[in-house]
Antibody, heavy 117, light 113 residues
Framework: EVQLVESGGGLVQPGGSLRLSCAASGFTFSVYWMLWVRQVPGKGLVWVSRINGDGSSISYADSVKGRLTISRDNAKNTLYLQMNSLRAEDTAVYYCVRSGDGAFDMWGQGTMVTVSS | DIVMTQSPDSLAVSLGERATINCKSS????????????LAWYQQKPGQPPKVLIF???SRASGVPDRFSGSGSGTDFTLTISSLQAEDVAIYYCQQFYSLPYTFGQGTKLEIK
């Protein structure tokens, strides 16, 4: 089955760290750009970061630059998001997304990150 | 950054009637070298992740009913549902991937009248 499954979300204190994982299956993971998109419950969608197939090209939204780090392990078909120095405004559902031809064509179910004391 | 502005913010349409959602980009998202418009439309139902409906502004994604269609020029785009069904109640987002940061419209909530 073609799917993306996120894990690693939870409650963390301001200034804390968390690592999200996204397990991909059913497709050739290594050839696709992958992304993280977040959504505050009840609000809109915000692009966070992207990485190319071999991990050599990475980009971030300004709001997370220097604090969040995207990476991938193609041998394990897994995408990661290392989240450091977390702030209350990072609270959101984080989606792992595949970038296809002309759109973000596959989305995981999302994992909730709550930053609160 | 390219700003994507959708209108209206919410829309109530009778079953079987046409629903039209507009999306305007703050600059052209047409790549003249390949003549492709870097715009996609997504549908999000409560408690679910977004699902792609339309890619390259006008191509329907696999499995999407043909009542959904996309159109538009370099800056103005439209998602049309030709005959609204109950299962189409959702929030709809447009999104540009012409340049970083990728940006989404604020969403349009579609309901049944």
């Amino acid at each position: 089955e073609v799917q993306l499954v996120e894990s690693g979300g939870g409650l963390v204190q301001p200034g804390g760290s968390l690592r999200l994982s996204c397990a991909a299956s059913g497709f050739t993971f290594s050839v696709y750009w992958m992304l993280w998109v977040r959504q505050v419950p009840g609000k809109g969608l915000v692009w966070v970061s992207r990485i190319n197939g071999d991990g050599s090209s990475i980009s971030y939204a300004d709001s997370v630059k220097g604090r969040l780090t995207i990476s991938r392990d193609n041998a394990k078909n897994t995408l990661y998001l290392q989240m450091n120095s977390l702030r209350a405004e990072d609270t959101a559902v984080y989606y792992c997304v595949r970038s296809g031809d002309g759109a973000f064509d596959m989305w995981g179910q999302g994992t909730m990150v709550t930053v609160s004391s | 950054d390219i700003v994507m502005t959708q209108s209206p913010d919410s829309l109530a349409v009778s079953l079987g009637e046409r629903a039209t959602i507009n999306c305007k980009s703050s600059q052209s998202i047409l790549n003249s070298s390949n003549n492709k418009k870097y715009l996609a439309w997504y549908q999000q139902k409560p408690g679910q992740p977004p699902k792609v409906l339309i890619f390259w502004a006008a191509s329907r994604a696999s499995g999407v009913p043909d009542r959904f269609s996309g159109s538009g020029s370099g800056t103005d785009f439209t998602l049309t549902i030709s005959s609204l069904q109950a299962e189409d109640v959702a929030i709809y987002y447009c999104q540009q991937f012409y340049s970083l940061p990728y940006t989404f419209g604020q969403g349009t909530k579609l309901e049944i009248k």
